[in-house]
Structures are given as structure tokens and as C-alpha cells.
């Protein structure tokens, strides 16, 4: 890995420490946002920035850094990574503080980090087979809404698919399909593009915007709703947002075959447009690129 940030400074990987007291380590007290780069050139970066500021608020914290000063963290990660197609990830703790109190310490400074890697590229296999999922309970806490570090739930959740030898796990909680252990859910249920509206029991995912962005500007029907387990298992597509997964396109759900058991037309359709939105990015970037 190349330097990394790491509260006000850039610095080798392997020296990039954070006390044992720190806030994040031991309470979780912390956010964080995933930033994709194309071309090395930031994705919905203002939107990502937007989500970062939300996450802050609702923990109680003050953003460390302005707008400027991200922009200029982000853009120097991008120059100085070996790949030009990058996640860059971003972390905010409570910070670290002499001993450990449950209580908010008055005066505390936070701990902040960033670093890029790189995004590998989509296996061709999942546009031609898609992905295997299952579903299962939610079990998170209410506020999923909250970019917050504390992933517990969705880890084990992971697990659990990866032991069933299956790719994801949909959460399902009072009947209602949500999102994915890292990713949000769409479903097509007679022709109709329909997603969850955003709650406090799903992350508001950036990459749901553009797929809602896309359907509205090229005319493609769609509705927030929300989406019982019955309509999850009736679906004719399901798919899976992430900055870094894109648009998965799930075949089976629960040993049921999800419509033909291929990627469907939908699916095909909205991936091109979202493709199409990726290489406009690379294109800008184009002439300061390396
Ligand atoms: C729980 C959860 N939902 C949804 C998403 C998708 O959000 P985005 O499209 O902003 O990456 C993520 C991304 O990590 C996530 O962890």
C-alpha cells in the first residue's frame, strides 16, 4: 500500500498507528465512507462527502476537516496510487482519549484516516452467471442509516452466506426485504424497478441514487417502496448497489431461481447505463490522467 492518511499527515502504511484508547478500537465510536475512483478520478464525490457529514451529525460529531481539505486528502491519494481505478476508504473516530469511559470525553480529539486501494475489476462471470444469495434476519441495530464502523452483524451475516456456499445475504426484518449485508436491494416485480425507500433501517447507498438517477433519465418505471418477503420471492430480477460491487445481478435466492436464473434484461439494460456513467468519469479525467 502506499502512504497513508493519517491525522493531518501522509505516512508509510506499516507506521500509520492509532493508540490502543482509541475510541473506534474499543467502543466502535466511529464512521467511515468508501469512496470509488475511476480513471483516478473520484465517483459522486460530493455526494459521498454529503453522506460522511450526515454520518458525523448523527453520532454527534463535529466534521475535522472541510471540504476543501477532503477534496485535496482524496485527490492525493488518487495521484499517488499505483492503479487509476481505486477505493478510497475514509475514517472518522471519536478519537483517543487517556482511559476508557463509555461517556463522550468534553475534550477529544478525533482520529482520522484515509487510504486508496485498488478496485478490482468486475469478474466477467457475475454479468454472465450473476450472484447466489440467501436471506436472513436482520439483526442490526435501527439506526442502518448511519455509516458506522460497527459491522458486526453484517460480518457475521457474510459468513453465514459464504458457509452456505452462496455469495450475499438480503436482510429481512418484520417481513420487509431491506438491503444486502454491504449493498442495497432493488427488485423488478412486474416490470416495475422498486427499492426500498430510504429509512433508518438502511444505508441511503449512493450508487441507489445514480441506479434511480439512471431509471428516471432514460424512462425506466421505478418506485421507493417497500418490498415484503412475498415480493422478494416473486421478483423477476433481484440486484445488489455498492460503490465497489456496482450492479450484482442475483440468480438465486434461497435455492429458488430468481426469473430464468440468468442476469435478466433489466439488469442488462440499467448495467449499460451505469457503465456508460463510469467511462464519462474516465473520460474527464482523461488529460491529467498518467
Ligand atoms: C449496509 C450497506 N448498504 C448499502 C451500501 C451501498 O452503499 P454505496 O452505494 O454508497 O456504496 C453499503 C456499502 O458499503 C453498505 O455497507
Known sequence: MNKVYLNGRFVPAEQ???PITDRGLLFGDSV???IPAYGGQPFRLEQHLARLRRSLAAIRMEDPLDDTRWRAIIGELCTNAEADDLSIYIQITRGTYRTRV???PSTIEST????ASPITARDPRIAEQGIIAITLADIRWARCDIKATTLLPNVLAQAEALESGVDDAIFLRDGQALEGTASNLFIVLDGLLITPPNSEHLLPGITRDLVLELAHDT???YAEAAITENELRRAEE???TSSTREIAPVVQL???AVGDGRPGPCWHHMDSLFQTAKEHIRLAARP???
Open 219 to 221: 424512462g425506466i418505471a
Open 16 to 18: 500509520a498507528c492509532v
Open 32 to 34: 467511515y465512507e468508501v
Open 112 to 115: 482520522v484516516i484515509a487510504f
Open 238 to 240: 433481484i440486484w445488489l
Open 254 to 256: 434461497d435455492d429458488q
Open 288 to 290: 491529467t490522467s498518467r
Open 102 to 104: 463509555h461517556r463522550i
